[in-house]
């Protein structure tokens, strides 16, 4: 879904949302100011959706065959 943008999200809450705070890695969320949750938000989105640009591109590279999400006929070339 839109590339890992929404995994990316979802990595966030379990990771600085439920886990690290659990663990005492982090200060209690209340803490934390909303710049930095609002960062790590978008940190997690653009790195998980570039993580999947990627993906993609060396997995076309390898098997030579288009991406199974988008038909051959719906592109433009």
């Known amino acids: ?3 890992g943008a929404v995994f990316g999200f979802f990595v966030y809450l379990f990771a600085h949302v439920i886990v690290m ?3 005492c890695h982090v200060p209690p969320l209340v803490e934390i ?3 930095e949750h609002l960062f ?3 940190g997690h989105i653009v790195w998980l959706w ?3 640009v ?3 591109d060396i997995r076309n590279r390898i098997t030579k065959e288009p991406d199974p999400e988008y038909p051959i006929s719906s592109r433009d070339f």
């Open 1 to 3: 879904m839109a590339q």
């Open 21 to 23: 705070p659990l663990l």
């Open 33 to 35: 100011p909303f710049d």
């Open 40 to 42: 790590e938000i978008f």
């Open 50 to 52: 570039g993580m999947e």
């Open 54 to 56: 990627v993906r993609r």
